[in-house]
């Protein structure tokens, strides 16, 4: 592949196993047999395998040690008590070492098929022979089993869920407070996404409060994570130990107290337009494209993938307002 261009991706998260190439036009039809072999045709092998396996758990070892990674997983865990989103992605030393090359093998054999790939292209290509290309790539392949879906879901939440993890190797205090919200699909999404930039604007935001007027923290933001199952609207800041309960509590009301109503317009337009442009970063290269419209997709589902911009560009003031109300006023 590096003859051919360069890899891109090569990564493992909640939802997906991401992987691709990117390549100048006159090669693609070669790197796409050398990506569909790579990808679909792995030879297991005992010594190479048991040295995968040592490689993970090295990786493993370096997030114990790193307090953000810790309080993450913490958050995880608390958030999600059935779904599997509630693990660590890289998973456990204790099941990583139990892992047995012939049921790995099958598991891979079972899941890296047409059936459970989003195969995503993005450049400078006439659709339909593209198309073509890809049907006589991958259309004849044998298809695995029609769904390996577990039909679980979170029981609801009733109250309020803290815990606390002392880091000796760390002198800062760390927090991490947010809800569950509904997954990619869900027609809120774009909203709550809105609704974590307004929360990060420095004039109106949480910044505005903590960091300029309070001086409590030194750094402070709110991500909306999108998932395929669930999404999570969480809210992180850095301070001294000290503050950290009266952190906590600001936090917490604001979001529950926030109204996007009260934004001023240009304010809002300004959020929005910086949210459509970071979309846009997102695609900045072919490569880039093409793994963000497969996330887009697995996650969200193609025909939201299809309208996220459209939908951003039509949300109003109250199209957030009613999607705090409605998603994100609980179970701080």
């Not at 009301?253 to 929005?272: K, Y």
């Amino acid at each position: 592949m590096q003859r051919l261009g360069r890899e891109a991706g090569g990564w493992t998260w909640d939802d997906e196993i991401n992987f691709g190439f990117e390549v100048p036009k006159e090669n693609f039809r070669e790197a796409l047999a050398v990506y569909r072999e790579a990808l679909l045709d792995l030879q297991f092998e005992e010594a190479w395998f048991e040295d995968e396996k040592r490689v993970v758990r090295q990786e493993m070892h370096r997030g114990f040690e790193q307090p953000d990674r810790i309080l993450y997983n913490a958050w995880d865990e608390l958030a999600f008590r059935v779904h599997p989103y509630g693990r660590p992605v890289i998973g456990s030393e204790k099941a990583v070492l139990a892992l047995d090359l012939e049921a790995t093998e099958r598991y891979y054999r079972e899941r890296f098929t047409p059936n459970h790939t989003i195969l995503s292209v993005a450049g400078d290509f006439d659709p339909e022979e593209m198309t073509a290309w890809l049907r006589e790539e991958w259309g004849a392949l044998a298809p695995g089993p029609l769904s390996f879906e577990l039909g679980l879901a979170e029981p609801e939440q009733r109250g309020p869920r803290t815990r606390t993890e002392h880091v000796p190797q760390t002198s800062d205090g760390l927090v991490l407070t947010g809800v569950v919200v509904p997954g990619g699909a869900h027609a809120d999404t774009p909203a709550l996404t809105l609704l974590a930039a307004l929360l990060n604007d420095a004039s109106h935001g949480l910044p505005q409060y903590l960091v300029e007027q309070e001086k409590w923290v030194s750094s402070v933001g709110a991500a909306h994570y999108v998932m395929k199952d669930y999404a999570t609207l969480r809210i992180s800041a850095r301070m001294r130990p000290e503050t950290v309960a009266a952190v906590t509590d600001f936090a917490n009301s604001f979001l529950l107290d926030f109204d996007p109503t009260r934004v001023p317009g240009a304010i809002f337009e300004e959020v929005r337009r910086s949210l459509l442009a970071q979309e846009a970063r997102a695609g900045a290269t072919a490569a880039d494209r093409a793994e963000r419209l497969g996330i887009l997709v697995n996650r969200r589902g193609l025909d939201a993938a299809r309208a996220l911009l459209d939908r951003y560009a039509a949300l109003t003031p109250a199209d957030v307002l009613a999607a705090l109300l409605n998603d994100a006023s609980h179970g701080l």
